[in-house]
Antibody, heavy 119, light 110 residues
Framework: EVQLVESGGGLVQPGRSLRLSCAGS????????MHWVRQAPGKGLEWVAV????????VYADFVKGRFTISRDNAKNSLYLQMNSLRPEDTALYYC????????????WGQGTLVTVSS | DIVMTQSPDSLAVSLGERATINCKSS????????????LTWYQHKPGQPPKLLIY???TRASGVPDRFSGSGSGADFTLTISSLQAEDVAVYYC??????FGQGTKVEIK
Protein backbone atom coordinates (compact mmCIF):
# COMPACT_ATOMS: atom_id res chain seq x y z
CA GLU A 1 0.00 0.00 0.00
CA VAL A 2 1.33 3.41 -0.96
CA GLN A 3 1.74 5.76 1.98
CA LEU A 4 3.17 9.23 2.51
CA VAL A 5 3.56 10.30 6.13
CA GLU A 6 4.56 13.85 7.00
CA SER A 7 6.13 14.82 10.30
CA GLY A 8 8.00 17.70 11.92
CA GLY A 9 5.22 20.25 12.22
CA GLY A 10 4.50 22.19 15.36
CA LEU A 11 4.36 25.60 16.99
CA VAL A 12 7.30 27.87 16.21
CA GLN A 13 8.03 31.54 16.80
CA PRO A 14 8.33 33.99 13.91
CA GLY A 15 11.84 34.09 12.49
CA ARG A 16 12.67 30.58 13.64
CA SER A 17 13.19 27.40 11.59
CA LEU A 18 11.48 24.04 11.18
CA ARG A 19 12.26 20.96 9.12
CA LEU A 20 9.44 18.86 7.73
CA SER A 21 9.88 15.26 6.63
CA CYS A 22 7.79 13.03 4.43
CA ALA A 23 8.37 9.29 4.57
CA GLY A 24 7.23 7.18 1.66
CA SER A 25 6.39 3.50 1.73
CA UNK A 26 4.93 0.99 -0.68
CA UNK A 27 6.73 2.53 -3.64
CA UNK A 28 10.18 3.68 -4.74
CA UNK A 29 10.53 7.38 -4.11
CA UNK A 30 13.16 7.72 -6.82
CA UNK A 31 10.57 6.92 -9.49
CA UNK A 32 8.71 10.16 -8.69
CA UNK A 33 9.07 13.88 -8.59
CA MET A 34 7.92 15.12 -5.19
CA HIS A 35 6.03 18.24 -4.14
CA TRP A 36 5.10 20.19 -1.05
CA VAL A 37 1.68 21.86 -0.99
CA ARG A 38 0.16 23.82 1.88
CA GLN A 39 -3.25 24.96 3.02
CA ALA A 40 -3.59 27.87 5.41
CA PRO A 41 -6.59 27.79 7.77
CA GLY A 42 -9.75 28.56 5.83
CA LYS A 43 -7.83 29.02 2.58
CA GLY A 44 -7.22 27.03 -0.57
CA LEU A 45 -4.38 24.80 -1.68
CA GLU A 46 -1.08 26.52 -2.40
CA TRP A 47 1.80 24.85 -4.20
CA VAL A 48 5.15 25.33 -2.42
CA ALA A 49 7.95 23.47 -4.19
CA VAL A 50 8.91 20.54 -6.41
CA UNK A 51 12.04 18.40 -6.64
CA UNK A 52 12.82 16.07 -9.52
CA UNK A 53 13.68 12.40 -9.12
CA UNK A 54 17.43 12.99 -9.00
CA UNK A 55 17.27 16.42 -7.27
CA UNK A 56 18.62 17.93 -10.48
CA UNK A 57 15.65 20.25 -10.91
CA UNK A 58 14.10 22.22 -8.07
CA VAL A 59 11.44 24.93 -8.37
CA TYR A 60 9.90 27.06 -5.65
CA ALA A 61 6.85 29.26 -5.42
CA ASP A 62 7.86 32.90 -5.37
CA PHE A 63 6.67 33.40 -1.80
CA VAL A 64 9.18 30.92 -0.34
CA LYS A 65 12.26 31.57 -2.43
CA GLY A 66 15.34 32.04 -0.30
CA ARG A 67 13.56 30.86 2.87
CA PHE A 68 12.58 27.25 2.17
CA THR A 69 14.73 24.41 0.82
CA ILE A 70 13.32 21.19 -0.57
CA SER A 71 15.50 18.09 -0.60
CA ARG A 72 15.22 14.33 -0.76
CA ASP A 73 17.06 11.18 0.24
CA ASN A 74 16.00 8.42 -2.11
CA ALA A 75 17.94 5.83 -0.12
CA LYS A 76 15.72 6.64 2.84
CA ASN A 77 12.59 7.07 0.71
CA SER A 78 12.20 10.49 2.26
CA LEU A 79 11.45 14.07 1.28
CA TYR A 80 12.25 17.16 3.32
CA LEU A 81 11.35 20.83 3.58
CA GLN A 82 13.69 23.08 5.53
CA MET A 83 11.80 26.22 6.45
CA ASN A 84 13.76 29.23 7.69
CA SER A 85 12.73 32.77 8.65
CA LEU A 86 9.18 31.60 9.27
CA ARG A 87 6.36 34.13 9.20
CA PRO A 88 2.84 33.99 10.66
CA GLU A 89 1.50 33.70 7.10
CA ASP A 90 3.39 30.38 6.75
CA THR A 91 0.92 28.87 9.22
CA ALA A 92 -0.68 25.99 7.32
CA LEU A 93 -1.16 22.28 6.93
CA TYR A 94 1.75 21.09 4.82
CA TYR A 95 1.21 18.13 2.51
CA CYS A 96 3.73 16.13 0.53
CA UNK A 97 2.55 14.62 -2.74
CA UNK A 98 4.09 12.42 -5.39
CA UNK A 99 4.03 13.03 -9.11
CA UNK A 100 4.56 10.26 -11.65
CA UNK A 101 7.58 11.74 -13.35
CA UNK A 102 6.68 14.24 -16.02
CA UNK A 103 2.94 13.64 -15.69
CA UNK A 104 2.25 16.94 -13.87
CA UNK A 105 -0.33 15.63 -11.44
CA UNK A 106 -0.21 14.05 -7.97
CA UNK A 107 -1.46 10.52 -7.62
CA UNK A 108 -1.01 10.32 -3.82
CA TRP A 109 -0.92 12.83 -0.99
CA GLY A 110 0.05 12.48 2.64
CA GLN A 111 -2.29 13.45 5.48
CA GLY A 112 -0.33 16.63 6.19
CA THR A 113 1.56 18.12 9.14
CA LEU A 114 0.46 21.34 10.80
CA VAL A 115 2.85 24.25 11.13
CA THR A 116 1.83 27.15 13.35
CA VAL A 117 3.98 30.27 13.40
CA SER A 118 3.10 32.44 16.35
CA SER A 119 4.74 34.24 19.24
CA ASP B 1 3.41 33.10 -13.57
CA ILE B 2 0.29 31.26 -14.64
CA VAL B 3 -2.85 32.31 -12.77
CA MET B 4 -5.75 29.89 -12.39
CA THR B 5 -9.27 31.28 -11.88
CA GLN B 6 -12.23 29.09 -11.01
CA SER B 7 -15.89 29.95 -11.21
CA PRO B 8 -18.10 29.99 -9.32
CA ASP B 9 -16.54 30.16 -5.86
CA SER B 10 -19.40 28.03 -4.58
CA LEU B 11 -22.52 26.37 -5.86
CA ALA B 12 -25.48 24.51 -4.41
CA VAL B 13 -27.00 21.76 -6.49
CA SER B 14 -29.89 19.42 -5.82
CA LEU B 15 -29.16 15.72 -5.46
CA GLY B 16 -29.16 14.07 -8.87
CA GLU B 17 -28.68 17.34 -10.71
CA ARG B 18 -25.66 18.50 -12.71
CA ALA B 19 -22.84 20.54 -11.24
CA THR B 20 -20.47 22.46 -13.49
CA ILE B 21 -17.23 24.12 -12.43
CA ASN B 22 -15.13 26.25 -14.73
CA CYS B 23 -11.38 26.85 -14.63
CA LYS B 24 -9.57 29.45 -16.71
CA SER B 25 -5.81 29.67 -17.07
CA SER B 26 -3.90 32.85 -17.89
CA UNK B 27 -1.83 30.86 -20.40
CA UNK B 28 -2.49 27.86 -22.59
CA UNK B 29 -1.90 24.53 -20.86
CA UNK B 30 -1.74 22.64 -24.15
CA UNK B 31 1.67 21.07 -24.72
CA UNK B 32 1.88 20.98 -28.49
CA UNK B 33 4.43 18.18 -28.80
CA UNK B 34 2.07 15.58 -27.32
CA UNK B 35 -1.28 17.40 -27.53
CA UNK B 36 -1.84 17.04 -23.78
CA UNK B 37 -3.46 19.69 -21.62
CA UNK B 38 -1.70 19.69 -18.26
CA LEU B 39 -4.79 20.55 -16.24
CA THR B 40 -5.75 18.48 -13.20
CA TRP B 41 -8.85 18.39 -11.01
CA TYR B 42 -8.80 17.38 -7.32
CA GLN B 43 -11.57 16.80 -4.81
CA HIS B 44 -10.89 17.90 -1.23
CA LYS B 45 -13.05 16.90 1.71
CA PRO B 46 -12.51 18.21 5.27
CA GLY B 47 -10.04 16.20 7.30
CA GLN B 48 -8.75 14.30 4.28
CA PRO B 49 -5.97 14.92 1.78
CA PRO B 50 -7.06 16.00 -1.68
CA LYS B 51 -7.95 13.24 -4.10
CA LEU B 52 -7.00 13.07 -7.76
CA LEU B 53 -10.10 13.13 -9.97
CA ILE B 54 -9.14 14.09 -13.51
CA TYR B 55 -5.75 14.55 -15.13
CA UNK B 56 -4.69 15.76 -18.57
CA UNK B 57 -7.96 17.71 -18.60
CA UNK B 58 -10.21 14.75 -19.35
CA THR B 59 -8.73 11.45 -18.10
CA ARG B 60 -10.49 10.06 -15.04
CA ALA B 61 -8.20 8.70 -12.36
CA SER B 62 -8.52 5.09 -11.32
CA GLY B 63 -11.63 4.41 -9.25
CA VAL B 64 -13.28 7.77 -9.95
CA PRO B 65 -17.01 7.37 -10.75
CA ASP B 66 -17.99 8.12 -14.33
CA ARG B 67 -20.35 10.88 -13.22
CA PHE B 68 -17.20 13.01 -13.02
CA SER B 69 -15.92 14.27 -16.34
CA GLY B 70 -13.45 16.89 -17.50
CA SER B 71 -13.37 18.82 -20.72
CA GLY B 72 -11.70 21.77 -22.36
CA SER B 73 -8.42 22.66 -23.98
CA GLY B 74 -5.94 25.49 -24.09
CA ALA B 75 -6.95 27.85 -21.33
CA ASP B 76 -10.59 26.98 -20.60
CA PHE B 77 -11.65 23.86 -18.76
CA THR B 78 -14.73 22.40 -17.12
CA LEU B 79 -15.38 19.78 -14.46
CA THR B 80 -18.86 18.29 -14.62
CA ILE B 81 -20.59 16.13 -12.06
CA SER B 82 -23.47 14.72 -14.07
CA SER B 83 -25.65 13.60 -11.17
CA LEU B 84 -24.63 15.02 -7.80
CA GLN B 85 -24.46 12.56 -4.91
CA ALA B 86 -24.24 13.39 -1.22
CA GLU B 87 -20.66 12.13 -1.07
CA ASP B 88 -19.62 14.67 -3.71
CA VAL B 89 -19.90 17.56 -1.26
CA ALA B 90 -16.36 18.94 -1.25
CA VAL B 91 -14.11 21.69 -2.50
CA TYR B 92 -12.84 21.15 -6.03
CA TYR B 93 -9.56 22.56 -7.30
CA CYS B 94 -8.00 22.82 -10.71
CA UNK B 95 -4.22 22.88 -11.07
CA UNK B 96 -1.84 23.70 -13.90
CA UNK B 97 1.31 21.75 -14.73
CA UNK B 98 1.46 20.31 -11.24
CA UNK B 99 1.89 23.73 -9.69
CA UNK B 100 -0.55 26.63 -9.27
CA PHE B 101 -4.05 25.83 -8.04
CA GLY B 102 -7.27 27.66 -8.64
CA GLN B 103 -8.92 29.19 -5.58
CA GLY B 104 -11.32 26.29 -5.21
CA THR B 105 -15.05 25.81 -5.72
CA LYS B 106 -17.20 24.62 -2.84
CA VAL B 107 -19.98 22.26 -3.87
CA GLU B 108 -22.96 21.83 -1.55
CA ILE B 109 -26.36 20.21 -1.64
CA LYS B 110 -29.33 22.51 -2.28
Amino acid sequence: EVQLVESGGGLVQPGRSLRLSCAGSGFNLDDYAMHWVRQAPGKGLEWVAVISRDSGSIVYADFVKGRFTISRDNAKNSLYLQMNSLRPEDTALYYCAKEPNGYFFYDYWGQGTLVTVSS
Amino acid sequence: DIVMTQSPDSLAVSLGERATINCKSSQSLLFSSNNKNYLTWYQHKPGQPPKLLIYWASTRASGVPDRFSGSGSGADFTLTISSLQAEDVAVYYCQQYGKTFGQGTKVEIK
